[in-house]
């Protein structure tokens, strides 16, 4: 298992709960700069659910447990001091935000991290630079820079888009959340050619997904299963190929026994 | 800690930036109403006979008619005898001549709300006629505009040195009785605003009026009277502020529109009158009467309205579409914060064939507010052809503020098409917390999403004011979520 970065993230026996039921159930999890995580499991388990609450999502309470995020208290800081500090969400669905401009909100959101970051507001042809570069490199059509965040993109132009935003912030650590649901295999590619060329020694990502298929691309260095709000079982790559031949309830069986 | 629900509803706690009152020694009429009010009104102003008896016809019909209880607002009864009706900056001389006449502390209010009268209106180009209370104080570029043959120029002026137009086109469009607000306004009117531009002439600049009330227990009374003769276009702007009081003012005004054949007629408001403070105590009635009318054939009337402020908003920018193809235009953002109560909307009256009209309204509701829309498209018997279309949408922000839409549409003619699309959505958490993860503040991500939802209006605004409009939204809103 490769490791030996830093500590990036660290959970420790998180539980939380959604309208009064609980779908985090004490979830301990270590994630060094380097390393990429997949995170898999059933309808229900939580994946979602720690991927927002990694985040801030208000309306996940956490009930118990702690996080550090880069050294800092995570549960403390707000959602936005979170994502500035380099703590990135890629939406399972991306939200439409009508009559504003795509571009616009991600320089507002690079120039905020920038300030926090006590660095200048970055210069708008240096931007636009810079952002068409990476829509090409995301094998993105020019229109999107015109276009309304996510207004009217179909389901694989949104996460496309997620992508792009992500390789714009280059955030210490990428949480995807089902970054791969609705794709073509196409666009699984360039999705995958996307995180692939943030992956360094001092970055992290986390990988939500029910497939299999998506790891063939980006290759985990640790696969976790969860279910029940619970990690049952952590394991190399070969643990996504093993679930895909035998499903969750061997995960589930294996457990018990 | 993650940013609670009702943190979304504190976001809105707003400054009002134009509250101050300037200390300025003022001309002014005893609170009350009666005939001998009216008279003086138009003694104080050396109006022709013609006028003083319209005015008193108004006043009598306005005896005879009832505050409407229709609108979606609720307040406390007016005392009409509680009001004064005439109020205006002492001058040295009845009125001042040029800028370097007027009271330099009228001048330095005009500043402190972003119009110096001297240099703001030669750099933007912009012609300014400026109301303080119930007096014009100043217009600018009256000799450029005149060059061109437009006349621009305060109400009273228009009466000694155009009597004959106005005694033409006053009434014509919003006839004195036509509502208790109006009859009410044609009989105390104190002043306002004038343009005529003439056949084939397109105004060369921007004109723009800026309405400010001062002085404590005054209503103000302003007309507005613009004619845009055969092929001539306009494009015309409005600005109102108030000084925060805790009693309430009321403001009731009319606007005439009159657009011959092939003429064009923009006219833009931002208002941005006192609305109250957080409580509802104070504020602005905002009672006025606006409506144009396309007497030609394709004549084209524009209006385009940002409302943030007032504590009631009762308005209804109407076009009456009687010239063959001519075509009525309505985009408005109203915005409703804390306790204020916005009831506005349009009416389009198709008379003429192939008419048509847009509507596009947005309304923003937040805190205590009620927003509504009240729009009624009329399509006479005689409107072959016609066709309008109609979109209203709502944003609210927080759980405890009201949208409310009410369309009207009386079609009686089965050519004409009538559309329309209504939505209404709540600022989304989704978008709000989309904007945060990306690392954006909550205030920059509600103007955003804000002004995303505004969009489509705010491009129909003059350039400039559209930056204005755009800020005001900012203020209006801040504090509103985070």
Known sequence: MASGGSILLKIENLSARVAGKDILNGIDLQINAGEVHAIMGPNGSGKSTLAQVLAGREDYEVTGGRITFAGADLLAMKPEDRARAGLFLGFQYPVEIPGVNNVYLLKAALNAKRKAAGQPEVDAYEFLALIKQKMKFMEMSEAFLTRGVNEGFSGGEKKRNEILQMLVLEPKLAILDETDSGLDIDALKIVSKGVNSLRDANRAVVLVTHYQRLLDYIVPDQVHVLSGGRILKSGDKSLALELEKRGYDWVKASRVA | MASKPSDVEALIGQKYRHGFVTDIESDSLPPGLDETVVAAISRKKNEPQFLLDWRLKAFRHWQTMHEPTWAHVHYKPIDYQDISYYSAPRAPVDAPKSLDEVDPKLLATYAKLGIPLHERARLAGVAVDAVFDSVS?????????????????????????????????????????????????????????????????????????????????????????????????????????????????????????????????????????????????????????KRGECRGRNAKISWTQVETGSAITWKYPSCVLKGEGSVGEFYSVAVANHHQQADTGTKMIHVGRNTKSTIVSKGISAGHAENTYRGQVKILPSADGARNFTQCDSLLMGGRCAAHTFPYMEVKNATATVEHEASTSKIGEDQLFYCLQRGISAEDAVNMIVSGFCKVVFKELPMEFAVEAQNLLSVSLEGSVG
């Open chain 2, 137 to 289: 104080v100043a217009t600018t570029f009256k000799d450029k505009l005149a060059k061109a043959g437009v006349i621009f120029c305060s109400f009273s002026d228009a009466v000694h040195n155009h009597p004959a137009l106005i005694e033409q086109y006053l009434g014509t469009v919003v006839p004195a009785g036509d509502n208790f607000f109006a009859a009410l306004n044609s009989a105390v009117f104190s002043d306002g605003s004038f343009v005529y531009v003439p056949r084939g002439v397109r105004c060369p600049m921007e004109l723009s009026t800026y309405f400010r009330i001062n002085a404590a227990k005054t209503g103000q009374f302003e007309r507005t009277l613009i004619i845009a003769a055969e092929g001539a276009t306009v494009s015309y702007l409005e600005g109102c502020t108030a000084p925060m009081r805790d009693e309430n003012q009321l403001h009731a005004a009319v606007v005439e529109l009159v657009a011959l054949d092939d003429a064009t007629i923009k006219y833009s408001t931002v208002q941005n009158w006192y609305p109250g403070d957080e409580n509802g105590i104070g504020g602005i009635y905002n009672f006025v009467t």
